[in-house]
């Protein structure tokens, strides 16, 4: 056996290498360099923590997330791997402990905030110590025309300049096309080899709602399908998350905020308690998320329209990273998209990266209206095809039904051009419905043909004008506080040259179950009560540690312990997820109690019978 795959399994507790993380393995063992695109959840960090334990000396890891280093370096440690960090957050009594174990060569893993890798008394130590590889992590930080841009990043070359002969890594769970060839190229990897894993990710359930009121609509989703489970809620505003985390707080959840205007304590508070309890929901902005390892979040639920499909993958892509089911939920109305539509337009960038911008979101909103599989749009996106409708996303489960939206749309495309393309949706939709509103009747449209004109009602007129904006038959002119304006595709849809069907309106009593279920439910019923025990066990022993209860074991290493049964060490070292170490710490226990539990059980059913 090689000795990767003893690692893998003495120390991690898995029997067999993933997708390409063997390839990735050798490539780096051998000293050459890397660059993976993997979606997250792939298991990328296997691919860097693997080879640095086999080469002679410490991998050095980059990564921007400081917050998360000391849960990383706890998890190692748990699977009886020396790791260690270095940062601002530690006392300089730590850091020098640090230096002094990798001057001794004792760690196998340094992990290291961008910041200080670059700084010259950080490469001075390098120079004395024995050095297996650099793995930089979040490596589309480099690009400057993403979201992420981080200008350190850029300057990294200088570790590869000092220390050329040292095999490199660079990890990202998102890039397209041209974000790996800028990778490429400001990390001077261009002799690297090319990882790029598919980004299907097959246990995420994809849904888009469309309509109003977007909370009450996340309610529902969340008491029928997630009313214990944790997750993630993205707002676009601090404002909506502080509002949306009371909301949710008040109906009895526990929701913590997270977004860059609260102070770093409370921050690093929200997410500890995020990782460490089970079933917390945070409401944050984007600022919240990245590189979260946290495995069984169950749902990811979009309140806003995210920017572009990069940012909407990456954020869902949070959800089951233990490749259990879980949802991606977004509901998204007429507001959302006047409101992305006026961030476009009032952004100062030049004109060609406003060009970039502006097809990114319209792949968004094309993404949203669509009547199609979602997934199927979503790998085309990012140059993948997948032959066949995937089967788990809301339009392939239950097909949307359309209607002929041509003789409405000439209504309302009229009654914008009568009143002088002057006026906002809201004003429009009430001129349409024939409400004698102040306004109307002073500007004297309650004289017009189109007043009082249609049979839809409020809803359905919003649903209408929402997707004439999306498929860019009007645009709100935010010069002009929102006042909706014709393009001229309306040209054809006036004079008759062409019918529009649309998606029909949502009612929002209609509320379909998504299949997911969580990893427990799947189990044989007569497990279930075991399975929760084993987690409130887990909890207690996460407690006594301090750490997060998946770091202890993951939800499906309970459930294989619930259907194995396994009654001595052998058997429970074939369950996988348990590592040497683990067995050690935790093997006896798990069999005493697995033991204790299944005799109780019989005795009750004796007792009953
Ligand atoms: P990424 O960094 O790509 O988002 P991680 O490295 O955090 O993903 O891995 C995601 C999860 O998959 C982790 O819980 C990890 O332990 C698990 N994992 C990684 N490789 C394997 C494997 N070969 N077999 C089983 N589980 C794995
Ligand atoms: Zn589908």
């Known amino acids: 056996m090689s000795q990767a795959l003893d690692i893998l399994r003495s120390r991690f507790g898995y029997a067999q290498f993933r997708f390409q993380q063997q390839q990735i393995i050798d490539c780096l063992i051998s000293g050459q360099d890397a660059l993976v695109l993997m979606p997250t959840g792939g298991g990328k960090s296997l691919c860097y923590q693997i080879p640095a334990m086999v080469r002679d000396g410490t991998g050095i890891i980059i990564s921007p997330l400081i917050a998360l280093m000391q849960d990383q370096v706890d998890a190692l440690a748990l699977n009886g791997i020396n790791a260690a960090f270095l940062n601002s957050t530690q006392t300089l009594e730590q850091q020098r402990l640090v230096r002094r174990q990798l001057h001794a060569n004792e760690i196998d893993l340094l992990y290291v905030a961008p910041e200080r890798a670059l700084g010259d008394d950080f490469l001075e130590m390098l120079a004395d110590c024995r050095i297996a590889l650099f793995a930089i992590d979040e490596a589309h930080c480099v690009s400057q025309w993403g979201h992420d841009f981080r200008p350190d990043y850029q300057k990294l070359t200088r570790l590869h300049e000092h220390f050329p002969e040292i095999p490199r890594i660079a990890l990202t769970a998102t890039a397209d096309q041209r974000t790996l060839r800028e990778i490429e190229q400001q990390l001077q990897l261009q002799e690297a080899r090319r990882f790029v894993h598919s980004f299907d990710r097959p246990n995420l359930f994809y849904r888009v709602t469309q309509g109003d009121n977007n909370r009450q609509r996340l309610w529902r989703f969340l008491q029928q399908n997630h009313s214990a489970d944790a997750g993630i809620v993205y707002c676009l505003s601090r404002k909506r998350v502080e509002e949306t985390a009371r909301w949710l707080s008040d109906k009895g959840r526990l929701a913590l905020p997270y977004h860059a205007g609260l102070d770093k304590h409370t921050r690093a508070e929200h997410q500890r308690i995020f990782l460490q309890q089970e079933g917390v929901i945070i409401v944050a902005t984007i600022a919240f998320g990245m590189g979260i390892d946290k495995p069984d979040v169950r749902f990811v639920a979009h309140l806003n329209l995210p920017k572009n499909l990069e940012s909407y993958y990456q954020e869902t892509g949070r959800a089951g990273r233990d490749g259990e089911p879980a949802d991606a939920w977004m509901a998204y109305g007429l507001q959302d998209i006047i409101t992305l539509r006026q961030m476009m337009a ?264």
């Open 346 to 609: 009032q952004s100062d960038a030049d004109d060609q990266f406003k060009r970039v911008l502006h097809h990114k979101m319209e792949a968004m909103l094309g993404f949203c209206e669509q009547t199609g599989c979602r997934r199927q749009t979503l790998l085309a996106y990012f140059d993948e095809s997948l032959e066949q409708p995937c089967g788990n996303c809301d339009n392939c489960v239950e097909p949307p039904q359309t209607w002929n939206a041509t003789e409405a749309a000439r209504m309302a495309l009229s009654c914008v051009y009568r009143t002088g393309q002057r006026f906002g949706v809201n004003y429009v939709i009430d001129v349409l419905m024939g409400n004698a509103r102040d306004r109307i009747m002073q500007n004297r449209h309650d004289q017009l043909s189109t007043f009082g004109i249609g049979d839809l009602d409020n809803n359905e007129w919003r649903s209408l004008f929402r997707q004439l904006i999306a498929l860019g038959y009007l645009y709100a002119d935010i010069d002009n506080y929102g006042a909706l304006k014709m393009t001229p595709d309306c040209k054809p849809l006036l004079n008759g040259a062409k019918q529009l069907l649309l998606r029909k309106f949502e009612r929002s009593s209609k509320v379909v179950k998504s299949k997911t279920t969580k990893p427990g439910t799947e189990l044989q019923a007569a497990d279930t009560p075991l399975f929760e025990a084993l987690r409130l066990h887990r909890k207690q022993l996460a407690q006594e540690q301090g750490v997060p209860p998946y770091v202890i074991l993951h939800d499906k290493t309970l459930a294989a312990i619930c259907e194995q049964r396994p009654d001595s060490i052998e058997e429970l070292e074939l369950i996988p997820g348990i590592g040497a170490r683990k067995l050690e710490l935790y093997g006896e226990d798990l069999i005493q109690f697995t033991r204790q539990y299944s005799r109780d059980e019989l005795i009750l059913a004796d007792e009953t019978d």
